[in-house]
Structure formats: C-alpha cells, structure tokens
C-alpha cells in the first residue's frame, strides 16, 4: 500500500497485504495513524475505500460513484424510475478516474523499471517488503530530481 501525492512523490509505504484482504479493513487497522498524519487532506481512491468516507475524521475521500442498478424489464417497458447518474456525478467519476490514473501509475511504472517486481518472488515477505521499499526511494529520488 503506498500514500503518494500529486508529484508522484510516495510519502508513505506499507507492506504488501493479503488481496483477501479489503481496503476497507485495511483503512480500520490503520484508522488512528490516517486521522492524525492526513488531517484536512484529500484522498482519491477506489471503491473499496469506501468506508473512509464515513469513518475516518478530518480526511475527505473521493471515490467513483456507483452506478444505479440495472433497470427491471418493467422499467424499461414503462420508462420509470431508470435511474441514471447526473451529469454532475458523470463528471465527477471522470475527474476521479483521471487523477487516480495519475497517482495508480507507480505500480506499473514500478514494475515495468524494477524487473523483480515483475516476476514471482520466492524469498519471505520481509525480503519483498524491502525490495519494495528501497525501489519506491529510487522511484522518489527520480522524481525529485525530475522537479529540481
């Protein structure tokens, strides 16, 4: 799990986690350290963060909004009640897939320039989480240099 910010400067790394594990527990184990460290910031997210909207203080989360359900056969005869996205949440949706296209690149750019991201890893967790963590302080040291 990284926390980067809109330069594409990873501020904060954590270990890979269990895919069986959701977002939204991973945001409860985290709950305090996320309260006090991003106070007043704003996170773009998936779906699966979708219970820091309502449970985490002081962070404002933006994530796509849902889709309404497919109309029954009844209301596609009738035409009502279809309810569809406003324009208003359509351009949001599209505001919120543009920036986190943006800030979910590092993953890709990680491991299109760091093979051993690539491929499977047959060392222990401890050995990825620090092949991890010293490719993000490349990645970092790149993009400083690219603002200098």
């Given at each position: 799990?990284?926390?980067?910010?809109?330069?594409?400067?990873?501020?904060?790394?954590?270990?890979?986690?269990?895919?069986?594990?959701?977002?939204?527990?991973?945001?409860?184990?985290?709950?305090?350290?996320?309260?006090?460290h991003l106070k007043g910031a704003s996170v773009v997210a998936d779906q699966h963060f979708e219970w820091g909207k309502t449970s985490l203080k002081g962070v404002?989360?933006?994530?796509?909004?849902?889709?309404?359900?497919?109309?029954?056969?009844?209301?596609?005869?009738?035409?009502?009640?279809?309810?569809?996205?406003?324009?208003?949440?359509?351009?949001?949706?599209?505001?919120?897939?543009?920036?986190?296209?943006?800030?979910?690149?590092?993953?890709?750019?990680?491991?299109?320039?760091?093979?051993?991201?690539?491929?499977?890893?047959?060392?222990?967790?401890?050995?990825?989480?620090?092949?991890?963590?010293?490719?993000?302080?490349?990645?970092?040291?790149?993009?400083?240099?690219?603002?200098?």
């Amino acid at each position: 799990m990284f926390l980067r910010d809109g330069h594409g400067i990873i501020r904060r790394c954590w270990g890979g986690y269990s895919p069986k594990l959701y977002d939204g527990h991973w945001l409860e184990v985290y709950k305090e350290w996320l309260e006090k460290h991003l106070k007043g910031a704003s996170v773009v997210a998936d779906q699966h963060f979708e219970w820091g909207k309502t449970s985490l203080k002081g962070v404002t989360f933006f994530t796509h909004i849902k889709k309404p359900a497919k109309p029954t056969k009844s209301q596609l005869k009738t035409g009502k009640d279809i309810k569809k996205l406003t324009i208003e949440q359509q351009k949001m949706n599209k505001d919120v897939r543009e920036t986190r296209a943006r800030i979910e690149n590092v993953f890709g750019y990680l491991k299109t320039h760091f093979k051993v991201l690539a491929v499977l890893f047959l060392e222990d967790q401890e050995q990825l989480d620090a092949i991890v963590h010293y490719t993000s302080a490349i990645h970092n040291t790149r993009r400083q240099h690219h603002f200098a």
